[in-house]
């Protein structure tokens, strides 16, 4: 029996802990994530106050814990979007063929013409701003990347023995579509969606930071980030302990992504 690999133990822990964070933060800090105390603003990290307080005295290390869930909501969201449509989209384009794969294909590649913060950007202004709809945003820049690879699994399967046999017993399309090709096509779609959480996290961070996702006080990474940016120079921990639990996350969902992706070739 072989043993877990170090790596993915320790990306695992690391998305236990935040998961946790988001579903019982009380566990973790008994500290405010609103309100703070003036006279102890701007600390360095400590005993009592782990990654330091900001400016107004609130600590740190509970406005994170707090953020994991806006951010890990948002995050499901926009993977859920994706997945959804994207899903969708690539069954449709690979078991249909002919002139709706080539429309459906077409329509992706116009989604992948536009680099993913501009489209995400785009729709931002269309919806407008809040945790929602930048999750919303974030999940339709990854509809794309999840129609192509469900399209191509789509076609492989499609062709298989298996399925040729299903359809020659008298098996009908939708059914065949449903039992055989989707739940055999999907492998592939899951690493990617472990991949997509991680990617999707980076960018909700990303539009929080540029002042489109939570407003404030809302305790969300980005913003947590975006506030301590105006005080780098003498109070470093501000952006740089929010940053590193955003890199920390979005590596190991990334270990998981290969994991799965490895487990499933």
């Not at 078991?95 to 729709?123: E, H, I, K, N, Y």
């Not at 945003?137 to 399209?151: D, E, H, K, N, Y």
């Amino acid at each position: 029996m072989n043993r877990p690999k170090t790596g993915l133990l320790v990306a695992s822990l690391v998305l236990a802990v935040v998961a946790l964070w988001a579903l019982a933060p009380g566990l973790f800090t008994a500290h405010d994530p609103i309100a703070g105390v003036p006279a102890e603003k701007l600390q360095a990290p400590s005993a009592r106050h782990l990654f330091g307080t900001d400016a107004v005295g609130r600590d740190l290390f509970a406005r994170v814990v707090h953020g994991s869930v806006h951010s890990l909501s948002g995050a499901f969201v926009a993977v859920a979007v994706g997945l959804l449509l994207g899903t969708l989209l690539g069954l449709l384009a690979g078991s249909a063929g002919g002139p709706v794969d080539d429309a459906v294909m077409r329509f992706v590649d116009v989604l992948l013409s536009v680099p993913g913060l501009l489209l995400a950007l785009t729709v931002i202004i269309l919806l407008g701003p809040g945790t929602v709809n930048v999750a919303i945003a974030v999940g339709t820049g990854s509809v794309a990347a999840f129609a192509r690879l469900a399209r191509s699994e789509v076609v492989r399967v499609r062709r298989t023995d298996y399925v040729e046999a299903a359809f020659g017993s008298g098996g009908r399309y939708p059914v065949v579509l449903w039992r055989h090709v989707l739940p055999n096509s999907l492998g592939p779609v899951i690493a990617l969606t472990a991949l997509q959480f991680g990617m999707a996290i980076l960018a909700i961070s990303t539009l929080g930071f540029l002042g489109y996702g939570a407003e404030p006080p809302t305790p969300e990474w980005g913003l947590l980030i975006a506030e301590g940016r105006n005080y780098l120079a003498t109070s470093w921990w501000l952006t740089t302990l929010p940053g590193a639990v955003v890199v920390a996350v979005v590596l190991a969902a990334g270990r998981i992504s290969r994991s799965i992706g490895r487990s499933t070739a």
